[in-house]
């Protein structure tokens, strides 16, 4: 029994430890991707180009539209290949905080291993939509298109139109099951995280209904507020928490 219950408690611990490893990997990740992304849609970086319409004809000014957008994609490529790199390492670091809070907490009970599938569900879904955008770079690299012929462009931006359509609904997806598992989570926390974590959730929900009813103010202030400041509080908080519970053990 002595054996048995020595093993138990350096599972906890390697549970935990690894806890605070995904918690700190999980924050800087979100943090970054987050900056990187708001300077991206405030347009800190040079903005898109507006379509204009000319006496050309439409074929000819959507195509002078999506050599302005190529171009511009290429020059903040670096921002994009940043943070939709980093984006699934947090993901991927998300799921494993998740099951490591559960495995230390949950006392093998069901609800907080649904909750914890949820959340993983959540963050791999966020995960898909930053390999979905990312796959644009291939694109994206390349300078120097033409308008000749319109139609080439044309298709090659509406299939980029396309792919970032999935990716935004993707990410819609992701966030509203990041919210509820989040959530459901919460009650494995002490009362201030649970509020935090509530907090995030009901900060990714604003993001989700703002960004489909294109209130882009909404929507910015929202995503610096859940994944600026108060999503990696709370990663790196459930990180700290769950070694300080393995010490006091």
Known sequence: MAVEDKST???VQAWARTALVAGVISAVG???QTLLFLIDVAEILPGSPPFQETSAGRDRDLATFFIGYFERQHGI???IAIRDTIGPVAAIALLVLARALVHVRGQGRAGPQVWALVFGVGALLKLLSDLAYLSQLGLWRYT???AEPPADIIAGGRASDA???LADYLEHAAFVALAVGLAGLA?????RLRLLA???AGGLLVATVASLAYWFTVYEVAALLTGAVLGPA???GIGRSLVAVDRRA
């Open 77 to 79: 490529a670096w921002d």
């Open 163 to 165: 792919v970032t359509y």
């Open 30 to 32: 979100l943090f970054v």
């Open 144 to 146: 120097g298109f033409t």
């Open 234 to 236: 709370l990663l790196l």
């Open 9 to 11: 408690a350096d599972g």
């Open 187 to 191: 009650t494995l926390l002490s009362r």
């Open 198 to 200: 509530l907090s995030v």
